[in-house]
C-alpha cells in the first residue's frame, strides 16, 4: 500500500494542489457573514489550507518517502472538507435551509482542530520521518489515535444546543451516542498538551544537537516555538485576523525549509527499505534498487557489472545515468538509473543521493562479486575432480586393464605348456612389474608418497634437489609443519613445476625455493635467468593458477629482483 501511494505521489500531489486552489478561491469568494459567529474562523482556516496544501503538495513530489507531506496531506484534506462542507452547510442554516444531511455536514465544525493536532506527529518524527525512541513512539501512537477518537467525538457530539441549528436532528439524536461522543472530547486538551510537549522536544533537541542537524533542527524549532506561542494568543480573542493567518505559514515553511535545504534523509531511508525487503525475502541488491526506485519514482535503477545486470527493476532505456560503483580503490560495476517520466535527466538532489547509494551498494556488489566467484572456484573444482576421476579410469582401464589381461593370459599359457613354463613366468613378470610402475604413477598423480615419508619439509627438499639437477638450487622451509593434506600436495607440485619451468626454459644457473607460514602459506620460487617468456603462459602456469584458485588462495608469475619469481599463497585457516 505504502509502495503504491508513494508511486503515485505526484498524482496525488497535483490532485491536491487543484482542489486546494479550488476550496480556497470559493472560501475567499463566500459572503461571509457576521451571524456566522468568529467560530467558524473563514479567514484562517483558509489560509491553514493554502499553507498546508502547497507544503503537502511539494513534499509528495520531492520527498514523498517522509511522512511529513503525507501528515501535511492529511491537514490539508480535513480543510478541505470543512471549508468545502462544513462552512457551506452552515450558511445554509443560516438562510433557514435545514435538513439531517445539511446538520452532518455542520458537524464537520467539530474536526477543524485536526491539523493543528496533527503538527505533534511532525516534531515527534522530525527530521527522519519516525519517532526515534520509545517515549516518541509512543507519544507519536497516543496523538494518532487521539486525532482519531477526538475527530469522531466531534462530529458526533450533540450540536442540538446550537441555535443554527434548532428544530434539525440526526439519527443519532436521541440515543447515548451523542453524549458519549461529547465526553470523549475531554481527549482534546490532552492532545493540545501533547502537540506541546512534542513541540518543546523539538527545541531541546535543537539545543542538544550539533553541526548539520543543529541547523536543520533550527528551523523547525523556531517554527514550535512560534507556533506554540501563537495557541494562546488566539485562545484570548484578540488578536487580528491577519496576524492569526499569517501564523498558519510558519510551521509549513520551517519544515520546507529544513528538509529541502538539508536533503540529508533519503539515504537513510533507502537503508531502512532495503533492509525491509531483504528481510521479506529479497536480495540485499534488489532491495536497494527496489528501494531506490520507489523512494526517487525512478522508472528504471539497476546494479550492472561490465555487461552483466545483476540486480534491476524497471525496463532497460536507452536515457539513463551511470555512477560508478567503487570498492576500496576498485571499480566493480555501476548504478545505472533513469530519469523520472517526463523529465530529461534526473533532479541535483537525486543526484546527490544516488551518488551516496553507489557506497551502499559497493558493499553488496563485492558481496555478489565474492559469491560469484566462489561458485565459479567450486565448480572449477568439481570439473577437476571430475576430469581426474575420468583419467584414472581411462589409465586404469587403458593401461592396467591390458597388463593384468595379459598377465592372466601368459599364467594360463605357462600351466597349458610345462615345456614353455619358464618363457611365461618371465613375461608373466615382466608384466606384472610393468602393472606395480603404474600403480605407484597412479598413487603418486593422487598423493606423493615422500610427503606420507619425509613430512612437507623433507619432501620438498627432495623434489627441488631431484628435479633441479646440476642447477644449483636452495630450499629454506621450516621443519615439522602440520599443514593441511590440500595444501601440501598444492605447495609441494607448484615448487615442483615451477623448478621444472626454470630448468627448461629460463637458462638460469642457480634457483631458490622458499616457504613461509603465517596464516597462509607462501611459496616463493626465484631464479637468475632470462629467458622466461611472461606473454605466453604454457600449462604449467595455468595448472599452478588452479590449484591456488582452488583453495582460495593467489598466483602471481613474472619478471622477478634478477630473473624469474613465481609466488602462491595458500590460506591454513579455513582449511585446518
Not at 494568543?233 to 491577519?242: E, I, L, N, R, Y
Not at 541488491?285 to 531506490?292: E, F, K, N, P
Not at 523520472?340 to 533532479?347: K, L, N, W
Not at 608469475?557 to 613465481?566: E, H, I, T
Request: hydrophobic share 50%; aromatic share 6%; charged share 20%.
Amino acid at each position: 500500500m505504502r509502495s503504491a501511494l508513494i508511486r503515485r505521489a505526484d498524482v496525488i500531489a497535483f490532485a491536491l494542489l487543484v482542489l486546494t486552489a479550488v476550496v480556497a478561491a470559493a472560501a475567499i469568494g463566500m459572503q461571509v457573514r457576521d451571524d456566522l459567529g468568529p467560530d467558524a474562523q473563514i479567514p484562517e482556516r483558509t489560509a491553514e489550507l493554502v499553507a498546508w496544501g502547497l507544503t503537502a503538495s511539494i513534499l509528495l513530489v520531492r520527498r514523498p518517502d517522509l511522512s511529513f507531506g503525507w501528515i501535511f496531506a492529511t491537514g490539508a484534506v480535513v480543510e478541505v472538507v470543512y471549508l468545502g462542507v462544513g462552512v457551506p452547510a452552515a450558511v445554509a442554516f443560516d438562510d433557514g435551509h435545514g435538513s439531517s444531511a445539511l446538520l452532518w455536514a455542520y458537524s464537520l465544525a467539530g474536526i477543524q482542530w485536526v491539523p493543528d493536532v496533527l503538527l505533534g506527529l511532525v516534531f515527534c518524527r522530525f527530521p527522519t520521518g519516525a519517532p526515534a525512541g520509545r517515549t516518541w513512539v509512543l507519544l507519536d501512537r497516543v496523538i494518532r489515535w487521539g486525532v482519531v477518537v477526538g475527530a469522531c467525538a466531534g462530529l458526533l457530539e450533540d450540536w442540538n444546543g446550537t441555535d443554527a441549528v434548532a428544530g434539525t436532528s440526526r439519527f443519532i439524536d436521541g440515543t447515548p451516542v451523542p453524549s458519549i461522543a461529547s465526553a470523549l472530547l475531554v481527549v482534546l486538551p490532552l492532545l493540545v498538551l501533547l502537540t506541546g510537549v512534542a513541540g518543546v522536544n523539538v527545541v531541546v533537541r535543537w539545543y542538544r544537537a550539533r553541526d548539520l542537524e543543529r541547523r536543520q533542527l533550527a528551523w523547525m524549532a523556531g517554527g514550535a516555538v512560534v507556533t506554540l506561542l501563537g495557541w494562546p494568543v488566539a485562545a484570548t480573542g484578540h488578536a487580528p485576523p491577519w496576524l492569526l493567518a499569517a501564523s498558519a505559514f510558519v510551521a509549513p515553511a520551517a519544515l520546507l525549509v529544513a528538509i529541502l535545504r538539508y536533503d540529508l534523509w533519503a539515504i537513510d531511508s533507502i537503508v531502512r527499505r532495503s533492509a525491509s525487503y531483504h528481510l521479506r525475502g529479497g536480495g540485499t541488491l534488489d532491495g536497494i534498487v527496489h528501494a531506490t526506485s520507489d523512494l526517487l519514482r525512478l522508472p528504471y535503477v539497476a546494479v550492472c557489472r561490465g555487461a552483466v545486470v545483476v540486480a534491476s527493476v524497471g525496463q532497460a532505456q536507452d536515457d539513463v545515468e551511470r555512477w560508478p560503483i567503487d570498492y576500496e580503490g576498485e571499480v566493480l560495476g555501476e548504478l545505472v538509473c533513469a530519469p523520472r517520466f517526463g523529465r530529461e535527466q534526473i533532479s541535483s538532489q537525486d543526484r546527490v543521493v544516488l551518488a551516496s547509494t553507489t557506497r551502499l551498494v559497493a558493499g553488496s556488489l563485492r558481496t555478489e562479486v565474492l559469491t560469484a566467484d566462489l561458485l565459479d572456484a567450486r565448480q572449477r573444482l568439481i570439473a577437476a575432480r571430475e576430469e581426474e576421476r575420468r583419467r584414472m579410469r581411462r589409465d586404469l582401464h587403458d593401461g592396467i586393464g591390458p597388463m593384468l589381461t595379459g598377465l592372466g593370459l601368459n599364467l594360463d599359457a605357462a600351466r597349458a605348456d610345462p615345456d614353455r613354463a619358464n618363457e611365461y613366468l618371465a613375461t608373466a613378470k615382466d608384466a606384472s612389474g610393468e602393472v606395480i610402475r603404474t600403480l605407484r604413477a597412479l598413487v603418486y598423480d593422487l598423493r606423493p608418497p615422500n610427503l606420507d615419508e619425509l613430512g612437507f619439509a623433507g619432501a620438498l627438499k627432495l623434489q627441488v634437489a631431484h628435479v633441479a639437477g646440476t642447477l644449483q638450487a636452495t630450499t629454506t622451509v621450516p621443519d615439522a609443519l602440520d599443514l593441511p593434506a590440500a595444501v601440501e600436495v598444492a605447495a609441494l607440485r607448484t615448487a615442483v613445476e615451477a623448478v621444472h619451468n626454470v630448468v627448461k626454459h629460463a637458462g638460469a644457473t642457480r634457483v631458490d625455493v622458499v616457504v613461509e607460514v603465517g596464516t597462509a602459506l607462501t611459496l616463493t620460487v626465484v631464479d637468475d635467468g632470462t629467458g622466461h617468456d611472461w606473454g605466453m603462459p604454457g600449462v604449467g602456469l595455468a595448472s599452478m593458477r588452479e590449484r591456488a584458485d582452488e583453495l582460495g588462495g593467489t598466483f602471481t608469475a613474472g619478471p622477478g629482483p634478477s630473473g624469474g619469481r613465481v609466488r602462491a599463497t595458500y590460506p591454513l585457516e579455513v582449511l585446518t
